[in-house]
Protein backbone atom coordinates (compact mmCIF):
# COMPACT_ATOMS: atom_id res chain seq x y z
CA UNK A 1 0.00 0.00 0.00
CA UNK A 2 1.46 3.49 -1.01
CA UNK A 3 2.25 5.60 1.71
CA UNK A 4 -0.73 8.50 2.01
CA UNK A 5 -0.08 11.72 0.68
CA UNK A 6 -0.89 14.71 2.65
CA UNK A 7 -3.57 17.00 2.39
CA UNK A 8 -3.85 20.91 2.59
CA UNK A 9 -6.60 20.83 5.01
CA UNK A 10 -6.04 23.80 6.82
CA UNK A 11 -3.82 26.01 4.40
CA UNK A 12 -4.14 29.63 3.96
CA UNK A 13 -7.14 30.50 2.37
CA UNK A 14 -7.23 32.88 -0.29
CA UNK A 15 -5.78 36.01 1.03
CA UNK A 16 -6.02 39.45 -1.12
CA UNK A 17 -2.11 40.66 -0.83
CA UNK A 18 -2.18 44.75 0.75
CA UNK A 19 -1.06 46.29 -2.52
CA UNK A 20 2.59 47.84 -2.66
CA UNK A 21 2.24 51.59 -2.91
CA UNK A 22 2.06 54.84 -1.07
CA UNK A 23 -1.72 54.86 0.13
CA UNK A 24 -3.55 57.39 2.49
CA UNK A 25 -4.09 55.63 5.60
CA UNK A 26 -5.69 55.75 9.43
CA UNK A 27 -3.97 54.33 12.55
CA UNK A 28 -7.41 52.28 13.79
CA UNK A 29 -5.74 49.87 16.37
CA UNK A 30 -3.10 50.63 18.45
CA UNK A 31 -2.20 47.60 20.44
CA UNK A 32 0.10 46.65 23.61
CA UNK A 33 0.96 43.45 22.91
CA UNK A 34 3.06 43.31 26.13
CA UNK A 35 6.45 41.37 26.89
CA UNK A 36 7.33 39.27 23.41
CA UNK A 37 10.57 36.33 23.11
CA UNK A 38 12.10 37.38 19.95
CA UNK A 39 15.43 35.86 18.25
CA UNK A 40 17.80 38.09 16.51
CA UNK A 41 20.77 36.37 15.17
CA UNK A 42 20.69 33.38 17.36
CA UNK A 43 19.83 35.63 20.24
CA UNK A 44 16.84 35.56 22.23
CA UNK A 45 15.45 38.56 24.23
CA UNK A 46 12.58 39.55 25.45
CA UNK A 47 11.01 43.09 24.28
CA UNK A 48 8.03 44.91 25.20
CA UNK A 49 6.29 45.33 21.68
CA UNK A 50 3.18 47.13 20.08
CA UNK A 51 1.19 46.85 17.10
CA UNK A 52 -0.14 49.64 15.54
CA UNK A 53 -2.89 48.61 12.34
CA UNK A 54 -3.97 51.07 9.58
CA UNK A 55 -6.85 50.88 7.42
CA UNK A 56 -5.99 51.78 3.47
CA UNK A 57 -8.43 54.62 2.51
CA UNK A 58 -8.63 54.58 -0.94
CA UNK A 59 -7.32 50.83 -1.44
CA UNK A 60 -10.97 48.90 -1.15
CA UNK A 61 -11.02 44.50 -1.33
CA UNK A 62 -13.33 42.35 -3.24
CA UNK A 63 -15.71 42.24 -0.41
CA UNK A 64 -15.71 46.58 0.08
CA UNK A 65 -13.57 46.84 3.40
CA UNK A 66 -10.55 48.69 3.06
CA UNK A 67 -7.38 47.04 3.10
CA UNK A 68 -4.97 47.00 6.03
CA UNK A 69 -1.55 46.55 7.46
CA UNK A 70 -0.48 46.52 10.86
CA UNK A 71 2.99 46.61 11.68
CA UNK A 72 5.24 45.57 15.03
CA UNK A 73 7.68 47.76 16.94
CA UNK A 74 9.64 47.67 20.34
CA UNK A 75 8.08 50.24 22.30
CA UNK A 76 10.98 52.17 22.73
CA UNK A 77 11.39 56.06 21.69
CA UNK A 78 15.27 56.03 21.60
CA UNK A 79 16.76 58.08 19.27
CA UNK A 80 17.35 55.13 17.39
CA UNK A 81 14.38 53.10 18.09
CA UNK A 82 12.13 52.08 14.65
CA UNK A 83 9.04 53.24 16.60
CA UNK A 84 10.53 56.92 17.47
CA UNK A 85 11.58 57.39 13.14
CA UNK A 86 8.00 56.08 11.89
CA UNK A 87 6.54 58.78 14.08
CA UNK A 88 9.08 61.25 13.47
CA UNK A 89 8.67 60.93 9.74
CA UNK A 90 4.12 60.71 10.33
CA UNK A 91 4.19 64.26 12.30
CA UNK A 92 7.35 65.60 10.09
CA UNK A 93 9.21 66.99 12.92
CA UNK A 94 11.70 65.58 14.97
CA UNK A 95 11.27 65.02 18.45
CA UNK A 96 13.38 66.35 21.85
CA UNK A 97 14.44 63.43 24.06
CA UNK A 98 11.96 65.49 26.59
CA UNK A 99 8.88 65.05 24.07
CA UNK A 100 9.70 61.95 23.12
CA UNK A 101 9.25 60.78 26.42
CA UNK A 102 6.56 62.54 27.52
CA UNK A 103 4.93 61.44 24.32
CA UNK A 104 1.14 59.79 24.07
CA UNK A 105 0.77 57.07 21.28
CA UNK A 106 -2.78 57.02 22.10
CA UNK A 107 -3.13 60.58 20.70
CA UNK A 108 -2.49 58.80 17.10
CA UNK A 109 -5.43 56.71 16.97
CA UNK A 110 -7.89 57.74 14.50
CA UNK A 111 -5.39 59.95 12.28
CA UNK A 112 -4.48 59.83 8.69
CA UNK A 113 -1.34 59.35 7.34
CA UNK A 114 -0.05 58.30 4.06
CA UNK A 115 1.92 54.57 4.60
CA UNK A 116 4.47 53.12 2.41
CA UNK A 117 4.05 48.90 1.76
CA UNK A 118 6.51 47.15 -0.08
CA UNK A 119 6.65 43.63 -0.51
CA UNK A 120 9.31 41.12 0.11
CA UNK A 121 9.78 37.78 -1.34
CA UNK A 122 9.48 35.10 1.77
CA UNK A 123 10.38 31.40 1.21
CA UNK A 124 6.56 30.58 0.73
CA UNK A 125 4.52 33.54 -0.05
CA UNK A 126 4.82 37.29 -0.32
CA UNK A 127 5.01 39.51 2.77
CA UNK A 128 3.79 43.23 2.92
CA UNK A 129 5.25 45.54 4.91
CA UNK A 130 4.99 49.40 6.17
CA UNK A 131 7.93 50.69 5.16
CA UNK A 132 7.55 54.11 6.15
CA UNK A 133 4.77 56.40 7.78
CA UNK A 134 4.50 60.52 6.75
CA UNK A 135 1.86 63.37 6.99
CA UNK A 136 -0.45 63.66 4.51
CA UNK A 137 0.28 66.26 1.92
CA UNK A 138 -0.57 70.02 2.80
CA UNK A 139 -4.81 70.00 1.25
CA UNK A 140 -5.49 66.56 0.92
CA UNK A 141 -7.92 64.50 3.31
CA UNK A 142 -9.26 60.92 4.24
CA UNK A 143 -12.14 59.36 4.62
CA UNK A 144 -13.53 59.17 8.17
CA UNK A 145 -12.94 55.33 9.72
CA UNK A 146 -14.42 52.34 8.52
CA UNK A 147 -13.27 50.05 10.93
CA UNK A 148 -13.82 50.86 14.82
CA UNK A 149 -11.16 52.91 16.83
CA UNK A 150 -9.39 50.29 19.04
CA UNK A 151 -6.81 50.90 21.56
CA UNK A 152 -5.87 47.65 23.92
CA UNK A 153 -3.61 46.49 26.82
CA UNK A 154 -3.78 43.64 28.56
CA UNK A 155 -3.42 45.70 31.57
CA UNK A 156 -6.08 47.59 31.43
CA UNK A 157 -8.35 44.98 29.81
CA UNK A 158 -11.49 46.12 28.13
CA UNK A 159 -13.49 43.00 27.07
CA UNK A 160 -15.04 45.07 24.18
CA UNK A 161 -11.74 46.34 22.61
CA UNK A 162 -10.40 42.45 23.28
CA UNK A 163 -13.43 41.02 21.32
CA UNK A 164 -12.53 43.47 18.76
CA UNK A 165 -8.88 42.22 17.83
CA UNK A 166 -8.35 39.80 15.00
CA UNK A 167 -7.34 36.11 16.03
CA UNK A 168 -3.78 36.08 15.58
CA UNK A 169 -3.18 39.45 17.49
CA UNK A 170 -5.34 37.41 20.30
CA UNK A 171 -2.65 34.73 20.12
CA UNK A 172 -0.08 37.28 20.06
CA UNK A 173 -1.13 38.13 23.35
CA UNK A 174 -1.68 34.73 24.87
CA UNK A 175 1.95 34.32 24.16
CA UNK A 176 3.27 37.89 25.85
CA UNK A 177 5.83 36.43 29.23
CA UNK A 178 4.49 37.50 32.07
CA UNK A 179 6.02 39.31 34.58
CA UNK A 180 6.03 36.04 37.48
CA UNK A 181 7.10 33.91 33.95
CA UNK A 182 11.23 33.33 34.93
CA UNK A 183 11.85 31.82 31.68
CA UNK A 184 12.17 28.23 33.54
CA UNK A 185 9.72 25.25 34.03
CA UNK A 186 9.18 24.20 37.69
CA UNK A 187 10.39 20.49 36.92
CA UNK A 188 13.59 22.73 36.79
CA UNK A 189 12.93 23.99 40.28
CA UNK A 190 15.27 21.88 42.52
CA UNK A 191 12.90 20.83 45.44
Known sequence: MPFPKANNAG???EFEQTPAGNHVGRLYQLIDLGRQRRSWQGEEKIQHQILLAFELCHELMADGRPFSISATFTLSMHPKATLRRMIEGWRGASFSDEDAAEFDLETLLGR?????V???QGQAKVYANVQSIAALPKGMTA???ANPLVVYSPESHDQTQYDRLPAWVKRRLDERVREDDQGFDDDEIPF
Open 11 to 13: ASR
Open 112 to 116: ACMVQ
Open 118 to 120: THR
Open 143 to 145: PEA
